[in-house]
Each structure stands twice: as structure tokens, then as C-alpha cells.
């Protein structure tokens, strides 16, 4: 479907119980939401009385057009159609600190292109504290159905933004007071031996490569995860939870 200017209309969708109840929980526009026929327990029940309440448009569908809609091949009975996701910008994640007065506490991917890293790592880091997070526009996993639902509706209470580049982006944090930490295998300092209190800012790279050149250089320290056994890698969204919990604990 196509506006007169012949740009097309964007839609999204979010599937799944729970991110379908942390979306309509958190006030974000829906356009409707589509329930597999004869599903009216559990959660689905709670999902049609908070729906009826927004007055959301609810139509009820077979099990096999269910399937062919779902992007995700685990819609649990039910798919809510969105606006394409609404991405903050870096200032909206330093006054949400602000505003709880904190300090900031921020999470840069760069270049992580594994739509499930991306959810698994919203949902760390929504769980942490994290005051947001910021990806880049290009060669990267942007926020899509899967990573709601990875995320189990994290997204829906997480500013996430997206910058042009990266390492400007840095130099701005670095210019609002951010200290910002890498991470990476070649240095000597381990997480839990460097000091994380204070305005943060911790950058994760890419799965395979890690953080490029640039950016690495532009970090004020890195650190790494210490490896014992025989694979000498953790899972992008493993080594973040590791390193964001670390900080977490040292901010108390």
C-alpha cells in the first residue's frame, strides 16, 4: 500500500503473549491486533480486556493465516500490527537519566547484526538499569518483530537510538562527562578489576570482529572477559550481560 507522494506505508509488527502485553502496557500505538481463533485463556484473556479498554481493533483469525503472517514462527495466537518502531535520539537517553537522576548509563553496539543478540541484549539491559542504547543505521540489526520478541517486550521500555557514526557519537558522550569502555581480548584488564562507577558508556562489538579500528581508539579504556576453556569467543550477548552486570553491581 502506497501514499500519493509513492512512499510506502511502513508497518511493523510484535508477536507473542508477553511482548504483546508490555506493548499495549506501555501506551505505544497499535493498529490491531489479530488473535487465533478459539485462543480466549491464560494471558489472551488479558490481551482482549486491556485492547477493549484502548479500544484497539481485535479480528480474529484462523491458525494458518496466523502462521503465514508471523515473522517470528512462535506467535503464541497472537500478532499486534504497529507503527514502525519509534528510535530516540542520544539526548533522550541522557535526560532519562537526568530525570531519574542518575548517572547516565548507556550501551553502544557496534555493528551487532544478529537480530536475537539484539533482543537478548535489550532485555540485559533493560533488566540492568541501562539508561539506553545506540546502534548504528547501517551493517547492523535494527528493531524488528524477532527482536521484540527475543526481548520479551523490553523494547517497549528501553530508548534505543540510531547514529549515523558511531565514533561521533562517542566523541559527544565523552563530551557530556561519559567515560566510555571497550571491549576486547587484546587488552590486560579484566571487567571486574576496572572501575565502572560513574557516567558510562560500554561498547559492545560486533559478533566475529568485535569493535572496529576507530572506535577502539577511541574508548578511554577497554576490558575483556577472562577464557579458561578451549573456544577463546562468548556469544556477543553473553560477554554484554557479563560487562553490563558488572557495572550494574559496581553502581549501586
Known amino acids: 500500500m502506497k501514499e500519493k507522494n509513492n512512499k510506502e506505508i511502513e508497518i511493523d509488527q510484535v508477536e507473542g503473549r508477553n511482548s504483546v502485553i508490555e506493548l499495549l502496557e506501555s501506551g505505544r500505538d497499535i493498529n490491531k491486533i489479530f488473535i487465533q481463533s478459539g485462543e480466549k485463556h491464560g494471558s489472551i484473556n488479558k490481551i482482549i480486556a486491556i485492547a477493549n479498554e484502548r479500544k484497539i481493533l481485535i479480528t ?15 506467535h503464541q495466537g497472537v500478532i499486534a500490527i504497529v507503527p514502525p518502531y519509534d528510535y530516540a535520539q542520544v539526548e533522550d537517553i541522557l535526560f532519562k537519566a537526568t530525570t531519574l537522576q542518575e548517572e547516565p548509563f548507556v550501551v553502544i553496539l557496534d555493528g551487532i547484526e544478529d537480530v536475537h543478540n539484539l533482543g537478548s541484549i535489550i532485555r540485559t539491559a533493560e533488566t540492568a538499569g541501562v539508561h539506553g542504547i545506540i546502534i548504528p543505521k547501517r551493517r547492523a540489526a535494527s528493531v524488528n518483530a524477532t527482536v521484540n520478541k527475543v526481548s520479551a517486550g523490553a523494547v517497549e521500555h528501553m530508548q534505543i ?7 561521533e557519537t562517542i566523541k559527544y558522550l565523552k563530551e557530556q562527562g561519559l567515560w566510555i569502555c571497550g ?11 576496572q572501575d565502572m562507577k560513574g557516567p558510562i558508556a560500554i561498547v559492545i562489538g560486533s559478533e566475529g570482529y568485535g569493535m572496529s579500528r576507530l572506535v577502539k581508539e577511541n ?13 577463546t569467543s562468548l556469544n556477543a550477548s553473553v560477554s ?8 550494574a553491581k559496581q553502581r549501586k
Open 219 to 231: 574508548c578511554d579504556f577497554l576490558v575483556k572477559i577472562p577464557m579458561k576453556g578451549k573456544i
Open 60 to 74: 480474529q483469525i484462523s491458525k494458518e493465516k496466523m502462521n503465514q503472517m508471523s515473522k517470528t514462527t512462535n
Open 161 to 167: 537510538a540510531r547514529v549515523n557514526n558511531i565514533v
Open 183 to 193: 571491549t576486547d581480548m587484546d587488552t590486560k584488564t579484566y571487567y571486574y578489576d
Open 240 to 247: 554484554a550481560g557479563i560487562v553490563i552486570y558488572e557495572a
